[in-house]
């Protein structure tokens, strides 16, 4: 008995030896397999695994594939490999190699079972490609969109906002009746009754559950009109979801300031929009902010198991800027007030704060509405805009139109003659003027006769020749001044090249390319006609060293800061400081006898048209003659407040027939009452 015992146990032990033996085979090599991972064949890596892998051949490549693809991996580095043990377990590490997202390394546990033939054969499964992989998980790459940051006024008004667009949609799992909710939404939305029941009709079939009928820029539907469509079932009026967009509150009155968002040239479908105008181009990038991007594993119920690769988006940043809208609006009104496009005027409006160089408003007109830009600006709209009819809505006359800045240089023609010592205050005419004409006797003379408006009195000097803004006194030190010189204080005060500023500036200029500054053209430009050009922002901002009294021309600033949120944080990421432009640009001597002078422009000289009740302002008015036609005129008048703390300068051009020029005075009124 106890030898069967013995017998029977020795058979149990050959019985499990040979047990041992099939589970753990002598040939179980996975080499091919590994040298098949390394080199990305995903074809040749089948050929090794088991049929027992529940995996089928077209998902097995299409899974790896996709991810290989996706994540950019160039190349697979296997280390560490071990076993099997006796369970036929091989560990590893592996390394995917990838250009944009580094090396994704990982630790790895393979089963190998041989097939009927005693071959290695891999129990393939998802995990084997990431460890937090089972069936149903996918790799997502995913864009973390950075948020474009917002335009805000000075007191925090959004001058350009993130919002939604108010969008009229079907449900169709909530209509009950198609042909009234077609019927109540035709008249609002412009479709008719059959195009809404066709767009119900192909998205029941589809089974896509919401159709957007319309959409609208936020205010253009009536409270009334979405109730009585949100009272349709199936109906409804969403702004909140589905149609985002970029919103200008402040509409045409600062359009120029703002400009508007539009698609990139040539980009491929599915690009944002970018800046097209404006602070919205100027500010592209900071703006725009910087979109991110995730990797991560989601399981089948659609949960991150696994972040694999991250960088954070960075939000746009928003504008802090020195406008303030009232007076943004109010200098907007006033211009078209006063103005007609139709009648071929245009105008521009600047108001600053002297001291600082603070733009607090800044418009033009004519102007145009940015929000419709929105959804593509209608045909019509857009052929009008380009017609000539329209007087170039889009164009940005404030910093990108240049005119001949006619008698407002003359305070500058002052101060480059007084502190050449080429003149001082008391120096007189001492030419012969007949019926307001004069003729320089100078050998060499290269021009004509020299006009002025009306007689200015005798002795002519520098006082009544700037409060009676008299062409022949300023031609006349011009030319005592010479060319070398004047052109030499020009140029340092900034005509001949464009003024710092967040928005692009046209370049300001003495003479047209080529030319020489002769004793005609000295003369003509010593009272601002000649081949003088100037943008309206740049004029502003060189007025700024009568204003401020320091005789510092303030750069101008728009952008006062910028800022971002960081985590909880709303963080100031720039922040721009009053900054002279051109320091010394008028020194105290000549401040000391110009300032009176300005003020008695207002009071009883050229610019009477501009007195405000109650306020205290020195100022000067310039009427130009335009190159192209003879029939228009380019009017300024540039003045500022006198009464201490209030460091309001304003700064206005209109481009307008021959004697509509008065009409800067009323503009000008209206933005210099307090």
Known sequence: MRGIKLLLLGAAVLMLAACTAQAVPERHDISGYIEAFEAMDFEAMWEYVSPDAGVDKDTFLSKHRAIFSGLGVESVEVSNLSGPDEDGVYTYTATYRTKDYGDFTNDYKLTVRPDIGGDAKVLWEYSLIFPEMEEGSTVRVETLKAARGEIFASDGTLMARNTYADTVYLDTQKVKDIAAAAAAAAPVTGLTEAEIVEKYEKAAESGTQIVVLARFLPGKLTDEQKENLSAVEGLGVDNKMYTPIRDYPLGESAAHILGYLGY?????????????????????????????????????????????????????????????????????????????????????????????????????????????????????????????????????????????????????????????????????????????????????????????????????????????????????????????????????????????????????????????LTRSRLADSGYGQGELLVTPLQMAAMYTAFANGTGDIMQPVLVEKTCRTEGLDYVTVTETQPTAWVKGAVQPGSLNTLAPLLQAVVEQGTGKGARVNGVKIAGKTGTAEKSDDKSREISWFAGYWLDGYYDRLVLVMVDVATEEGPVKFDIARELLAP
Request: aromatic letters at 10%; a negative charge.
């Open 264 to 516: 990139p040239k040539d980009a491929p479908e599915g690009s944002p929009k970018v800046g097209v105008a404006g602070l919205e181009a100027a500010y592209q990038d900071e703006l725009a902010g910087e979109d991110g991007k995730i990797i991560y594993i989601r399981d089948r119920w659609g949960r991150n198991v696994r972040t694999l690769w991250e960088k954070k988006e960075r939000q746009g940043e928003d504008l802090r800027l020195t406008i303030k809208p009232d007076l943004q609006k109010k200098a907007y009104e006033a211009l078209s007030t006063y103005l007609d496009y139709a009648k071929k005027q245009s105008g521009v409006a600047v108001v600053m704060d002297a001291e600082t160089g603070y733009v607090e408003a800044m418009a033009t007109y004519p102007s145009y509405d940015n929000n419709l830009f929105t959804f593509g600006v209608p045909e019509e709209t857009w052929s009008f805009w380009q017609a000539a009819e329209s007087n170039h809505p889009l164009f940005a006359r404030a910093t990108q139109g240049k005119y001949p800045p006619g008698s407002v240089i003359k305070p500058f023609t002052a101060v480059a003659a007084l502190e050449s010592g080429a003149i001082t205050p008391d120096t007189a005419f001492d030419g012969v003027i007949e019926d307001n004409k004069w003729l320089p006797t100078e050998p060499g003379w290269d021009g004509g006769t020299i006009t002025r408006i009306s007689d200015s009195g005798t002795p002519l000097k520098l006082s009544n020749g700037l409060i009676n803004s008299d062409n022949i006194y300023f031609a006349f030190i011009a030319l005592k001044l010479g060319a070398e010189p004047f052109a030499a204080y020009m140029e340092k005060i900034g005509m001949t090249s464009a003024v710092p500023f967040d928005l692009p500036v046209a370049s300001a200029q003495i003479l047209n390319e080529g030319n020489s």
